[in-house]
């Protein structure tokens, strides 16, 4: 949450309580809030109070033991992996909210807090590997002569994806981009990124890829190895809601790509794009620094916090325009969002 939003809220008729310190790593003191019409209280006054519970990562099992009977938790909850935890939410009668549920929709877009996180993360990823290369992104002409410019490989031409493109083009680099869907193919040329063709077609489930075959993964390997190897940098970012992350770079590969260059797998979560990435770590194998740094938007927390409050507040005033939850289970938004209610986990 952000003091800002806290205000807007309150404008709208909602009492906020907001957890001491919470917002410190985020750059927004108690203070910050307390101006905006928000009150700060303990953790626990919260649990005992609030009749609606806002948070963005999944609710642990001590949390949703405080939980009581009637109240509305809203969060990231990954419900399509975390089957006990929403079992649980709903033996307690909770109403529990998926944040990561918004459907990709026009008119959920103000809600849809992967996208807003995952713009941060594509713009962090880039600057990550700029630290750990050991070369400059543009080029430039020196009396000494002339640098070329860095190559980046970018998988996945998602919100992440496009993001890292965007970012890196502005440092100077030669970009290019692969996805197995075509239709992003014009997405990432408008943003100046050379996209790397493979035949065959992939439908979209929900703006993520589909499941692809095992001929099309060797066409899309072929296509993008030669790229692949002459990359000073890799950013990997593809997805599959709810399954493990695919692979798109394995040991065979790393052994072939340039000495000293690097791979940021924005994946590692769930598994990794890259077989040879270690979460929270940067390792080097072959020569190639590979880094698996989770939670990328955490490391702007204020950005992060922003647009999350933003989100949350878009989504809270869809579900309760009025400060009364007084819920449609047949409205697209509310319908996919909603995981368990009056006691029955509902997907």
Known sequence: MSPQVCAQLHDKGYELLVEKDAGLKSAFSNEDFESNHAKVVDRDEIFAKADAIAKINP?????????????????????????????????????????????????????????SQSNLAGYKAVLLGTEQLTKIFPMMTTAAGTIKPSKVLIYG????????????????????????????????????????????????????AGEVSEEYKRKQKEAV?????????????????????????????????????????????????????????????????????????????????????KNLATYLLHLAPEGEFNLDLEEEITDATIITYQGQKRK
């Open 59 to 115: 609710f642990e099992d001590d949390e949703i033991d405080k939980l009581r009977n009637g109240q509305t938790t809203i969060s990231l909850l990954y419900h399509l992996s975390e089957g006990a935890r929403c079992e649980k939410l709903a033996s307690k009668g909770v109403t529990a909210c998926s944040m990561d549920a918004i459907p990709r929709i026009s008119r959920a877009q103000s809600m849809d807090v992967l996208s």
């Open 225 to 309: 190895d030669k790229s692949l190897f002459f990359a000073d940098l890799v950013i990997t970012t593809a997805l599959v809601p709810g399954r493990q992350a695919p692979v798109l770079i394995t040991e065979d590969q790393v052994k072939q790509m340039k000495f000293g260059s690097v791979i940021v797998d924005m994946a590692v979560e769930q598994g990794g794009n890259c077989t040879l990435s270690e979460l929270g770590k940067v390792v080097e194998k072959h020569g190639v620094k590979i880094m698996g740094i989770p939670n990328l938007p955490s490391t702007l927390s204020t950005n992060a916090s922003e647009l999350f409050a």
């Open 157 to 208: 031409v998602g919100v992440a994806g496009l993001q890292a493109i965007a970012t890196a083009k502005r440092l100077g680099a030669v970009v290019e981009a692969t996805d197995v869907r075509p239709e992003t193919k014009e997405q990432a040329e408008s943003l100046g990124a050379r996209f790397i063709t493979v035949e065959g077609e992939v439908k979209s489930e929900g703006g993520y």
